[in-house]
């Protein structure tokens, strides 16, 4: 292992270019910008759908070491109806990020997005609450603003801010309440939300949900990129007008960027955004994922979810940018190399290695699904230093419905951004009545997540000091049958048990646990299949949990020796 990490490091230094993906795991929807000011910097957001914190802002100064600055939304006050985003894709839909010089000089970074309700009694036109976050320092602690709440029927808002002073901003119209599925553009102000009626741009070229729109003004043309085809189908496609309010016509070879009915690893590639380095070069990035083109077959393989890759772009002058085609290589011009950069959370693929130290908080890069009740995570609670305490929550990570969690969940993870990891922890642990159940989860949605739990199976005939078991357990929609849990007797023991998930290929997490204090002779408690959480468009986060099942409940759990180790990328079939 050690000789292959080394030939991998080498052949970094030795190609001294970036791999695929930049952004590995559930970051989707990428929009990155350059930004000369804040010292020669790349940033990019990425969808989190009902992650919490959400909009992970990761920076980069060679395109190739990225690091988590912090996230835009972390704060609850800032947008508490996201408890609400009933639906396990909902939530925040792709991030527009720009930079913006105002008159006076003042530069200051803008968010567009959109907060989704999949099922609410709400009408289909409020669906949609369209969102512009801003901050004029990115670094600082719970840096963005509140939002402000705009109108528009639809979602993916970026904005374009035209000579003349007005923000237009492109947005997709949704595809499922209309037959004729278009961008549409409206004026905003940026500061009152307030808008104009939306008004119709462009159609696209008829593939599947046109969305993802950004306008870019180059040698006199206001170029339109749109996604459509989502899934298999995906490709990038443009127009462009002479004028910001169209009409646009399409480019004469569309689409301008697709793996679509290729044989190539990296799929779905689309949703791509545009930006130059300090160069002039241009450079894309776009969503895919590791999947081949069996991505609908069984064994999934879209282990990891949707993910960020980054392309080298030409734009000659009065053309159409010409995308380099997506995969594990990228080509183009090398930057230089610059590791040490500025920023709290860690690089992208760096491991994790915590002990929840007195005085420490969770880590920038650690989520939680929707809002957490704050309670429910303590760290080093006095006579437990050194540990993380979760209380349990009611409910546990399938919810109510599989959909909603109104009372919240105990769950806190990171994301898996490795094809092959080892994941662990150590867990104190001793449920006191009947349903009650900690573990770990390779956790996707509410209706699909692995879970390795101790639990108590107590009855009328039994107690939990005779009936505390490990148990795995699937839940998901995309099984072709319903998998029988795997139960596993565990005499109750004073100290911690280590409960460790890792992946050695693309098809199968393997659960294993042992009962030793520092987690020698692991055993392997059972398998789950990574089909059963591959499926919409979040991505895998590895974590952990405390739960009543249903029931109120109170025994802590108490979370030790958090570690999390990438293995293996796999970047082609
Ligand atoms: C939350 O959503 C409800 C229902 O759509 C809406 O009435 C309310 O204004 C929203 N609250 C905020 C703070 O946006
Ligand atoms: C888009 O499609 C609609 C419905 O088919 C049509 O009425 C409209 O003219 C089209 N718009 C453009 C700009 O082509
Ligand atoms: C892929 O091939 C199918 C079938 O020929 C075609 O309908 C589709 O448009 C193609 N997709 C792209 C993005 O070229
Ligand atoms: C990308 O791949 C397609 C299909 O394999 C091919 O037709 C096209 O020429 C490639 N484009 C570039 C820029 O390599
Ligand atoms: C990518 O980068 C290389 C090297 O800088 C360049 O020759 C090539 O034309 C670029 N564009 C595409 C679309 O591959
Ligand atoms: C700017 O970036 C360089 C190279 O990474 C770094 O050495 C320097 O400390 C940075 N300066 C600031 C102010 O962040
Ligand atoms: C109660 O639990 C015990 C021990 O787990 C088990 O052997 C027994 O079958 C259970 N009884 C019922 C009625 O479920
Ligand atoms: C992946 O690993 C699992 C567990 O070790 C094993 O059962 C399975 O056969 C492997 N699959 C492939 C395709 O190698
Ligand atoms: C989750 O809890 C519910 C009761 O609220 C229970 O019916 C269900 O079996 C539990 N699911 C899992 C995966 O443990
Ligand atoms: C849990 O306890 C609260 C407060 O005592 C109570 O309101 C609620 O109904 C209980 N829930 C369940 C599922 O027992």
Redesign the pocket.
Not at 322 to 325: C, D, S, W
């Given at each position: 292992m050690l000789l292959f990490i080394l030939l991998l490091v080498g052949l970094v230094a030795i190609a001294g270019r970036p791999q695929n993906p930049i952004l590995p795991g559930f970051h989707p929807d990428p929009s990155c910008i350059f930004v000369s000011d804040w010292n020669d910097t790349f940033f990019c957001a990425s969808s989190s759908f009902n992650a919490f914190p959400g909009i992970p802002i990761h920076t980069s100064q060679d395109l190739q070491n990225w690091r988590l600055i912090g996230n835009a939304l972390s704060r609850p006050e800032q947008l508490p109806n996201l408890t609400n985003a009933v639906g396990q894709t909902s939530g925040i839909w792709a991030p527009s990020l720009r930079y913006h010089e105002s008159e006076s000089g003042d530069g200051e970074f803008f968010i567009l997005t959109t907060l989704v309700y999949d099922k609410m009694p709400i009408t289909d036109t409020s669906r949609w609450d369209n969102l512009i976050f801003r901050t004029k320092n990115p670094y600082t602690h719970d840096a963005w603003s509140d939002p402000v709440h705009f109108i528009f029927d639809g979602y993916d808002t970026s904005p374009f801010w035209h000579q003349d002073g007005t923000v237009y901003v492109q947005g997709a119209h949704p595809w499922e309440v209309r037959e004729d599925p278009h961008i549409d553009q409206i004026k905003l102000n940026l500061d009152t939300g307030a808008a104009t009626v939306q008004v119709p741009i462009w159609n696209g070229t008829g593939g599947l949900a046109p969305e993802g729109p950004h306008i870019h003004f180059k040698d006199g043309w206001f170029y339109l990129i749109i996604a459509e085809g989502t899934g298999l189908n995906h490709m990038e496609t443009g127009a462009r007008s002479k004028s910001i309010t169209g009409p646009f016509t399409p480019a004469p070879h569309n689409p301008l960027l697709t793996?679509a009915?290729?044989t190539a690893f990296f799929q779905t590639v689309g949703h791509a955004d545009l930006f130059q380095d300090k160069h002039g070069n241009w450079w894309g990035v776009a969503l895919s994922t590791r999947s081949g083109p069996d991505y609908m077959a069984i064994p999934l393989m879209k282990l990891q979810g949707r993910e960020t890759v980054l392309t080298n772009v030409t734009w000659a002058e009065g053309q159409f940018p010409?995308?380099?085609?997506v995969s594990g290589v990228i080509d183009g011009p090398i930057l230089p190399l610059r590791p040490q950069i500025r920023g709290d959370g860690p690089f992208i693929t760096a491991p994790d290695n915590f002990d929840f130290a007195p005085g420490s908080s969770l880590p920038l890069h650690f989520a939680h699904w929707r809002i957490p009740d704050p309670a429910a995570y303590t760290i080093s609670p006095l006579g437990r230093e050194n540990t993380l305490q979760l209380l349990p929550s009611v409910l546990n990570l399938t919810g109510l419905d599989e959909n909603s969690a109104p009372t919240g969940q105990t769950f806190v993870g990171r994301r898996q951004v490795h094809s092959e990891f080892v994941f662990g922890v150590s867990m104190e642990y001793t449920p006191r009545q009947p349903g009650e159940e900690a573990g770990v989860s390779v956790f996707l949605t509410q209706n699909h997540h692995i879970d390795l739990g101790i639990v108590c199976l107590a009855n009328e005939t039994s107690s939990c000091a005779d009936s505390t078991v490990l148990r795995i357990r699937t839940t998901s929609s995309t099984a072709a049958s319903a998998r029988p849990d795997t139960i596993i007797p565990l005499p109750i023991q004073p100290g911690a048990t280590r409960l460790q998930i890792r992946a050695d290929n693309l098809t199968h997490y393997v659960f294993s646990y042992s009962q030793t204090e520092d987690g020698e002779g692991m055993r392997v408690a059972g398998y789950g299949l990574s089909a059963d959480v591959s499926w919409g468009f979040t991505g895998t986060i590895l974590g952990v949990y405390a739960t009543g099942n249903g029931l109120n409940a109170s025994t802590p759990a108490y979370i030790s020796r958090w570690e999390y180790e990438g293995v293996r990328q796999i970047t082609s079939e």
């Open positions: 793996n009915n290729t010409e995308f380099q085609n």
